[in-house]
């Protein structure tokens, strides 16, 4: 982008932007300036999307990318049971129609931060003869339990989850809504033990959270619940390889007392998302009891790959 059209969008951008009360210096400045509650620690999360590996521009539009680049860190504040309340934006644009994309990709990135009524107030913008780059960083504070951890997970909880799993590929990936407000309402009425995003997969999520707690779990295959688009998957994977390994479901698997579990399972709170149990957090190991028989549970998932 060259500088004339870097000046015109920085321009353009602040007219986008809406205006929040405990954001009394937006983009324009060296910095942003964003009041924060008194009482609260400052939650932080960073995410960086690529075209080719995250995403296929050609295929899902600026603004879907956008919005994902967004709901991509929400879900991250969204697994703290968190507030979101800023953002910062880094964009490396291609060359040629680099002004035009960053207008749209501004466009999905403002509708998802509107939703959960989280600023954008500032970051950077560069442009290279490469593929477009996304990296935004998030911040928000605990709701009022505290932030919900992955390594506080105790032999015996049951093991959670909401939505349905698998086959995101086909659309949720892009299109997801991050589960803040279910997260809020969740640690509201129970007290929960750990929760983590299934970003990458269940198995190797549930495998990261279970490392950081130093204890194991068993699931259920009978009881996870599978996507519709699971069963639409033209592969050799079955529909349950799908559900425990694909990854992008960005749903929250938590970890509660088995006996609050069961008034969470009756009541079923969350509008419209049905939580399901599907495991029980043990003192090692991971397994997978399925047809009467237990196997093991690997640690099925996405994982970046550099040397």
Known sequence: MGNKAELEFISWLRTQATPKNWVPVGPGDDTAVVNWPNDKPCLVTSDMLLEGSCFILAEAGAERI????????????????????????????????????????????????????????????????????????????????????????????????????????????????????????????????????????????????????????TLFADQIPIADSAFQMKDDKTPLQHALGDGEDFELLFSLPAFEAQHLLKDQPLKGIRVTQIGEITKDGFLMEEKGRKIPLEALGYIHQFD
């Open 66 to 217: 956008g919005r994902k680049a967004m709901n991509v860190n929400l879900s991250d504040i969204a697994a703290m049971a968190g507030i979101p309340r800023a953002a910062l934006v880094s964009l490396a644009l291609p060359r040629n129609g680099g002004k035009q994309l960053a207008q749209q990709l501004f466009n999905g990135l403002k509708q998802a931060a509107d939703i959960f009524d989280t600023a954008i107030v500032g970051g950077d913008t560069n442009s290279w003869n490469g593929p477009l780059a996304i990296s935004i960083t998030l911040l928000g504070y605990p709701g009022p339990k505290g932030p919900i951890l992955r390594s506080t997970a105790k032999p015996g909880d049951a093991i959670l989850v909401t939505g349905q799993l698998g086959g995101s590929i086909l659309g949720k990936h892009l299109d997801f809504i991050p589960r803040i407000a279910e997260a809020q309402l969740l640690s509201q009425l129970a007290n929960l033990n750990s929760m983590i995003d299934l970003s990458d997969g269940l198995a190797l999520d549930l495998h990261r959270l279970c490392a950081e707690s130093k204890c194991g779990a």
